[in-house]
């Protein structure tokens, strides 16, 4: 990996953005129409994700995803030589006064969100512009040179990134205003504490972290909605999900702010990532008869 870090990924990261994205054209050219990559998968997801466009209309978001997702790609290799000025010209948060009643009065936050349009220009982006030290918690990659280079390219513009196994001591120790940022979007299929509900049209496990997260430490919760100005262009904006989450009934933060992920991705289909097998995993048994019995609940109550 080291090899192919050297020799592909540091100088393509060292291209200026014009020939970056000629060399992305043609790789959409190769991923998209000759190679195919994961085409089914993506289609499957459109189509069941989306029930009320045409098959021309799935066709188009499919191909301008295409083209998003091999832009993201370049991009994310950028992020390992881009100077701060180039992340400063190329992301920006709108409405960073939305923290600033939580920071004047020390309260540390929870910003969710999704893989919407460019997570990796949000890591190096995202500390400028907020009071709170912004943390990012992960899982080690398998590779240790890859996970070096990925958490020094990541956290080089001041994000910090925990390890997963560390969260619980890290939280129990800092003395830091911390805003930790969550993609809650991503298929928990290991994970035994999950919270079902729609998404997309779809039966679909959500991760229960945020909410567990929000109820533990009784931090707000924050929705971070990224968007794409122009090509290499984003904004982000902060909105409110959840003041005092410890009033929140169970299964609601995390009901809504999948909601609100949903809500931004049928604006602009084509900025999520689509590639990924989201609805891989079904209910168990148990799982089904418990919503059996709750749908029972609630036909009696109507």
Do not use: C
Not at 8 to 22: A, D, E, G
Not at 142 to 162: Q, T
Not at 204 to 221: H, L, N
Not at 224 to 239: A, D, N, P, S
């Amino acid at each position: 990996m080291a090899i192919f870090y050297y020799l592909f990924v540091k100088p393509i990261s060292l291209l200026p953005f014009n020939v970056l994205y000629m060399v992305s054209d043609i790789a959409y050219f190769i991923i998209y129409r000759v190679l195919g990559y994961r085409k089914k998968v993506v289609t499957k997801n459109l189509v069941n994700s989306l029930p009320h466009k045409s098959m021309d209309e799935i066709k188009n978001i499919r191909k301008n995803f295409y083209k998003h997702f091999t832009d993201f790609l370049f991009e994310s290799f950028k992020i390992f030589s881009i100077t701060e000025k180039e992340v400063l010209e190329r992301f920006k948060v709108l409405n960073p006064e939305v923290l600033k009643p939580y920071a004047d009065a020390n309260q540390s936050v929870i910003i969710v969100g999704g893989h919407y349009n460019n997570w990796e220009m949000l890591a190096v982006g995202i500390d400028h512009y907020i009071e709170h030290q912004s943390v990012a918690i992960y899982s080690k990659l398998a590779n240790k040179f890859v996970n070096g280079k990925v958490l020094k390219s990541r956290g080089k513009y001041g994000l910090r990134l925990i390890p997963r196994h560390e969260v619980k001591a890290f939280f129990a120790e800092t003395k830091e205003l911390t805003a930790t940022l969550f993609g809650a979007d991503q298929s928990p299929s290991i994970a035994k504490k999950v919270y079902w509900t729609e998404f997309l049209n779809q039966d679909t496990p959500v991760m229960f972290g945020v909410e567990k997260f929000a109820k533990e430490k009784d931090y707000p919760v924050i929705y971070g909605g990224m968007t794409k100005v122009k090509r290499g262009h984003y904004e982000f904006e902060f909105e409110v999900l959840f003041d005092k989450p410890l009033e929140a009934p169970y299964g609601e933060i995390t009901k809504v702010h999948t909601k609100r992920l949903e809500t931004q991705i049928l604006e602009d289909p084509q900025y999520w990532l689509w590639t990924h097998k989201r609805w891989k995993r079904k209910r168990t048994p148990e799982e089904l008869l418990e919503k059996e019995l709750a749908d029972q609940a609630m036909a009696a109550k109507v």
